[in-house]
């Protein structure tokens, strides 16, 4: 059933990649000679996919900025208002549960590839931002013209 919420995908991917995640790092921090290198694994492709979406992210807040004031908190945090507090709650709950969840197992297990999970929260961040980019709303910039008229300028 699709979300009916801007940006549903990304709130979907947010769930469950959290629930992904937590799984893991739950099963890893209590059989980690067996599950320890798959959560690692899982952890490491988190934090590379992360990574992509916060550079996408700011590709798309960058080529945003020129007609809008895009600000680096509301792009990758979602603060000033850029999100319904309804999908903050969703992307900052994700992020807060995915902190809590490798913590905690790298604390159980310090020493072993449990402790890679510190990297996966990456993804909530990298989801946030894209969510931002994409469907956050920002304020007009001051004295940026408007697409259609810059083409009329002939600055298009």
Do not use: K, N, Y
């Not at 209590?30 to 492709?45: E, Q, R, Y």
């Not at 934090?47 to 908190?73: H, I, K």
């Not at 509301?74 to 603060?79: K, S, T, Y």
């Amino acid at each position: 059933m699709p979300d009916p919420r801007p940006g549903g995908r990304i709130l979907r991917a947010a769930i469950w990649s959290t629930a992904l995640l937590v799984l893991t790092s739950a099963l890893a921090a209590i059989w980690p000679a067996s599950l320890g290198p798959v959560h690692a694994v899982v952890s490491f492709g988190c934090f590379l996919v992360g990574c992509a979406l916060m550079l996408s992210a700011f590709a798309t807040g960058v080529s945003r900025s020129r007609t809008e004031a895009v600000s680096t908190a509301g792009l990758f945090l979602l603060a000033d208002d850029v999100a319904p507090p309804d999908v903050r709650h969703v992307l900052r709950g994700a992020l807060a549960v995915q902190v809590v969840a490798v913590v905690a197992a790298a604390s159980v297990r310090p020493f072993t590839e449990v402790a890679f999970g510190i990297l996966a929260p990456m993804l909530g961040v990298g989801l946030m931002s894209l969510w931002g980019a994409r469907e956050g709303r920002f304020p007009p910039r001051a004295g940026a013209l408007p697409s259609a008229g810059a083409e009329e300028c002939g600055d298009g």
